[in-house]
């Protein structure tokens, strides 16, 4: 990337066209195709991407518009603004502003809440990704930096769209731990089945944070499989993290349908614990020999303080059942919430 587009803390980008001015505020990150600054328009933080590569730039705002058009879902940030900056007489760049969503990457919020949220924010991600794939788009550079958690309530946002590619061509950008052509397991076509892969890999990452390499004496459908054995969260989802790296889906609803079956048939063996308790039957002799008035009221007392006792093991066991079944019940339904967006 040109040093035209390391912008200081401080720069004011102009629009040529639009005439909106942009302060940068600090670096976001850097990609293939630009740089991404958060800036202030206007006392209200942005993130403004610029590139000279103004190919990459069309084709990302395309993106971004289209994300749009998807209704009752959040794929990325909103577009704002589209512009060309003129940064002497003989350069111009241009950029886009998008909205800027704060929150934790996947894996920092994996690592503060544990990776049983991994579960929740994996059926957001992949009903986001079927909206995507059924408008003919991949991701393409699926990876935790790429996924920001907002909220609350905590939902999953797709960020910079670079790599997003349009379905049956070759994939613009990837990074190779969640790339399936790097693992030997598939080619770099733009196809549902590569991002598929790459959320797979994404739980992997969650599991283990210290990436790890392909190994050359191993082949890499060995070397994940065994990943999957050494952590209880991922042999959990062993079949379906094997299907997914397989690329044995064909549709992010087809993986989705399997895993909340698989949270489902989780959540069902949850058995409530019951308690089994001896009763004391008395003999016909005895029941009959004794009256109430005849009967010793020391032992009186005693059956009556072993019924009051009774009685609370059976409360206490029925308040124990019910508070257990209400705790599946809760961790079944936001699962199905999810499931529904």
Same mark, same amino acid.
């Given at each position: ?21 942009? %302060?940068?505020?600090?670096? *976001? ?114 990876? =935790? ?18 790599? %997003? ?9 990837? %990074? ?32 283990? =944070? ?46 989705? %349908? ?67 079944? *209400? ?15």
């Amino acid at each position: 990337m040109n040093q035209v587009c390391n912008l200081s803390s401080g720069t004011v980008v102009r629009g040529k066209w639009n005439g909106e001015n942009y %302060t940068v505020l600090r670096l *976001l990150g850097k990609g293939a195709t630009g740089n991404v600054y958060l800036a202030d328009s206007k006392n209200k933080k942005v993130a403004l991407k610029l590139s000279e590569n103004s190919m990459a730039i069309t084709s990302e705002v395309n993106v971004l518009k289209r994300f749009s058009k998807v209704q009752g879902t959040s794929l990325g940030p909103s577009l704002l603004d589209v512009d060309d900056w003129k940064v002497d007489s003989q350069k111009i760049l241009p950029f886009y502003v998008m909205e800027y969503v704060q929150g934790n990457n996947f894996l920092e919020f994996i690592q503060e809440r544990g990776i049983v949220w991994a579960d929740v924010l994996v059926l957001q991600l992949l009903s986001n990704l079927e909206k995507l794939h059924q408008q003919g788009w991949v991701f393409g550079d699926l990876k =935790p930096e790429n996924l920001l958690i907002s909220g609350p309530p905590p939902k999953i946002r797709c960020i910079d769209v670079g790599g %997003t590619t349009q379905q049956g061509r070759s994939i613009k950008e990837f %990074t190779e731990f969640f790339d399936r052509g790097y693992w030997g397991l598939g080619t770099r076509k733009a196809e549902p089945s590569y991002d598929l892969f790459s959320v797979a890999m994404v739980l992997i990452n969650a599991s283990f =944070p210290k990436r790890f390499t392909k190994k050359v004496d191993v082949d890499g459908e060995s070397q994940l499989f065994e990943r999957i054995e050494q952590h209880p969260y991922l042999l959990k989802h062993k079949q379906v993290l094997q299907k997914a790296l397989l690329g044995k889906y064909t549709s992010a609803l087809e993986m989705k %349908t399997d895993f909340v079956h698989l949270l489902s048939v989780e959540t069902s063996k949850v058995k409530p614990r019951t308690k089994t308790y001896k009763t004391q039957v008395a003999t016909p002799n005895k029941a009959k020999s004794q009256s109430p008035k005849s009967a010793n009221p020391q032992a009186n007392q005693t059956r009556k303080q072993a019924k009051q006792k009774k009685r609370r093991k059976k409360t206490s066991g029925f308040l124990e059942t019910i508070i257990i079944i *209400l705790g599946v019940f809760i961790i079944y339904s936001l699962y199905a919430y999810h499931y529904l967006m």
